[in-house]
């Protein structure tokens, strides 16, 4: 279980008052307590904060996304998202929708004196995060009440999940960023082209409330599936698993190899001056 590195940075998402360390819990001054699991990672979203029993992505999407992760498709993103990040020593790094980790354990890995954490509504993502990284601060939150106090964070990162300006800017120091990849025009596009006469092309992301666009790198990438299990994984950890009719899911199993696209856009935000 990483400790807190500095006592106050976690507030009680009940009181909002500060979070401190005793043994393995972290409670506040108005009786408020939250245990770590065994994992190492710490349940501060409370009943009134879940607009459903199991919010976020449930253990087939987990599963299925960590299962398509593993085979290596999206490394040279996470390589990319690495790079770019560009942090100095002792700064504290937020993955906000960290899901189960594949981005955020191997950020903490190569930046050891960074200070990471990771947030996200699914318990299941987090669980098995934390599993795998002793390094990682995790918590099960939501990104539009994050349980920190104020401008803690250097950096934010956020892959593939929702982003709440207001409460980037109310965790972020001042001269902080989010660094956000979003899916670009034409990713996935031949996938989409199998399920929908026109298919849509993704336009560019907007930044989040209060937010300006400082740099946007494209990240672009073909890729060869060979294998109908990591189609099938791919299909349900995205919308697509529920869109796709059960035909037209053989036809494209079938058809293998399956050359796809994968485009993102890496946007780095900063806070709007004005
Ligand atoms: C497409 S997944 C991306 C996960 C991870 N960033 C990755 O790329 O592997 C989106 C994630 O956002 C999480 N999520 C959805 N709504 C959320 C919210 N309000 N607060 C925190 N996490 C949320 C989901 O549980 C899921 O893990
Ligand atoms: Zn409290």
Not at 61 to 87: C, H, K, N
Not at 203 to 225: C, H, M, R, W, Y
Request: charged share 20%; net charge negative; aromatic share 8%.
């Amino acid at each position: 279980m990483p400790i807190p590195s500095d006592p106050a940075e976690y507030k009680c998402p009940i009181c909002n008052t500060s979070l401190l360390l005793n043994t393995k819990s972290l409670q506040c001054e108005n009786g408020h307590s939250f245990d770590y699991a065994k994992e190492g990672y710490v349940h501060l979203l409370p009943v009134q904060l879940k607009k459903s029993l199991n919010p976020g992505d449930d253990k087939n999407m987990v599963v299925a996304r960590r299962e398509f992760l593993q085979q290596g498709y999206y490394d040279f993103l996470r390589q990319t998202l690495l790079t770019e990040i560009q942090i100095s020593t002792n700064e504290k790094l937020l993955d906000l929708g960290c899901g189960e980790g594949f981005y955020t354990n191997f950020i903490a890995d190569a930046l050891p004196d960074t200070t990471t954490y990771g947030v996200d509504i699914s318990k299941e993502a987090v669980k098995y995060a934390a599993k795998r990284s002793s390094k990682v601060h995790y918590s099960v939150a939501t990104n539009a009440h994050t349980p920190f106090s104020e401008q803690q964070f250097d950096v934010i990162i956020n892959i593939f999940a929702p982003l709440v300006g207001k409460e980037c800017q109310r965790i972020l120091k001042h001269n902080g960023r989010i660094l956000s990849v979003a899916p670009s025009k034409h990713h996935l596009i031949e996938l989409k082209q199998c399920i929908y006469d026109n298919p849509e092309l993704h336009s560019p992301a907007t930044p989040p409330d209060g937010f300006v666009l400082k740099q946007s790198t494209n990240v672009l990438k073909e890729i060869e599936i060979n294998n109908p299990t990591d189609l099938e994984n791919l299909l349900t950890m995205t919308p697509f698993g529920w869109k796709i009719t059960p035909e037209k899911k053989r036809a494209l199993l079938s058809n293998l190899p399956f050359i796809l696209t994968l485009d993102f856009d890496l946007n780095e935000f900063v806070i709007d001056p004005n």
